[in-house]
């Protein structure tokens, strides 16, 4: 029998196509088969059915850039309990970075993140992005189009910035010629040594090595201008400095092939929440300037910026107690950007269309996935959200391995109720079941 499922009642919002109205969903077989109001099945023939009265319906999330730490630091997380977090957070595919160990700079690896994925089920579909260079040495390129033929989506050393201005020239060619992007970690480590956290008079008052603006801004200029030079895909992650967030604003008028993503905390939080003792506000790039919020945020709403991604970075609560300067940078995201995202909405920052776009149908676009969109014929990838659901963040509730987060306690609005990859419900928030 083929398996059914029914999504009544919902507000069905895919801001690709501009369909925003409530209707209903028929997903039969993994896909999407009609889209409309009153659509009735017998109750025999349904596998399941949702009353999605009062939520609302969109394309899965799509995150192109996690850290799912495997193989190598499985005590931080796995593929498969990455994948668990991702889908609690509506997410439907996640993107993986190739900082494990070993590196992801050989097609055993990359076959291997995939073949975790398979054994994990159909959480959430898991794409491998491989290393620029072997080792993240920054020394010479990975076998690219070995990679990418194997799975690779795409190509970073995010963590280990390419320093050499050739190397990275030869990286966004082979971009070109493979039609993948090319994912700058943008950090002058000349700039950035030693520092733990925004250099500014938070810093100075905390006794903590600052690292400037500088440092991320100048590694931008330099990427965009290869980008522009090679005509290769240039994708700035992370973005947290207004100067960046210009220059690819000055760069996108100019033509030149360059996307980019910010990350939840770089729009809610700024310097102002570092504190000494709490090692989850310790993050690379780090929380920045109220300044630099402000830009991010209107790089989010005037198109600048093309995608939210979480940068998802768990570590052990062991790592994390080391004390300020001796913990990893890093937080984990999965679960807490969407309320996060929606309280842009809610300021009036950006609309809902818009949020949800660059939480699906842009990251998609970039990384080359017929993905985030709601179409007849599609795989069924769907998030469904109380958008006016309360809750408080507890990190013991996670799915996550980490608990790394700096929004512990905070009273947010915004809960996946269900998420559906390739037309089966993958999780269903506790309050949902009958």
Request: with cysteine; charged share 25%.
């Amino acid at each position: 029998m083929s398996a059914i499922l029914l999504i009544k009642n919902g507000r069905i919002l895919d801001p690709a196509s501009g369909f925003d109205q409530t209707s209903d969903i028929l997903i039969k077989d993994g896909r999407i088969v009609e889209i409309r109001d009153g659509i009735e099945i017998p109750t025999e023939l349904q596998s399941e059915s949702i009353d999605a009265r009062g939520l609302i319906v969109v394309p899965g999330f799509i995150d192109i850039h996690t850290h799912l730490r495997e193989p190598g630091f499985e005590h931080k997380e796995t593929i498969a309990t990455g994948a668990e977090a991702a889908a609690a957070g509506g997410f439907t595919s996640i993107a993986c970075m190739a900082n494990t160990r070993p590196v992801n700079d050989s097609t055993e690896i990359t076959g291997l993140i995939l073949r975790k994925a398979r054994e994990a089920g159909l959480l959430a579909r898991v794409y491998p992005i491989a290393a620029i260079t072997i080792g993240l040495q920054g020394k010479t390129l990975s076998p690219m189009k070995a990679l990418k033929d194997a799975g690779a989506v795409a190509f970073s050393d995010d963590g280990s910035p390419v320093s050499d201005d050739s190397i990275m020239e030869l990286a966004l060619e082979a971009g070109k010629r493979l039609g993948v992007p090319i994912i700058s970690h943008c950090e002058t480590r000349e700039l950035a040594h030693g520092g733990v956290m925004n250099e500014g008079p938070f810093s100075r008052r905390l006794g903590l090595k600052g690292i400037p603006n500088e440092s991320e801004d100048r590694m931008a200029e330099r990427d965009i201008r290869l980008a522009g030079k090679t005509g290769g895909h240039v994708h700035i992650a992370h973005v947290s400095t207004a100067g960046t967030v210009q220059l690819v604003r000055d760069a996108k008028r100019a033509g030149i092939k360059v996307t980019c993503e910010a990350a939840p905390h770089h729009f809610t939080l700024s310097d102002e929440d570092v504190s000494r003792d709490n090692p989850n506000t310790k993050m690379n790039p780090p929380l920045r300037s109220w300044r630099d919020v402000d830009a991010v945020l209107e790089g989010l709403a005037d198109g600048t910026i093309d995608a939210i991604a979480t940068d998802h970075a768990p570590h052990s609560q062991e790592e994390k107690a080391r004390g300020f300067e001796e913990a990893p940078f890093g937080i984990v995201g999965l679960e807490t950007a969407l309320p996060l995202v929606l309280s842009l909405v809610r300021d009036k920052v950006i609309s809902l269309n818009r949020a949800i776009s660059l939480m699906a149908f842009l990251p998609a676009k970039i990384m080359g996935l017929d993905k985030g969109r709601l179409r007849v014929g599609d795989e069924a990838d769907l998030a469904v959200f109380d958008p006016e659901r309360e809750w408080t963040v507890d990190p013991a509730s996670f799915k996550s391995k980490g608990k790394n987060t700096p929004f512990v306690g905070w009273k947010v609005k915004g809960k996946v109720c269900f998420t559906i990859a390739g037309g089966k419900i993958v999780y269903r928030e506790r309050a949902q079941i009958k």
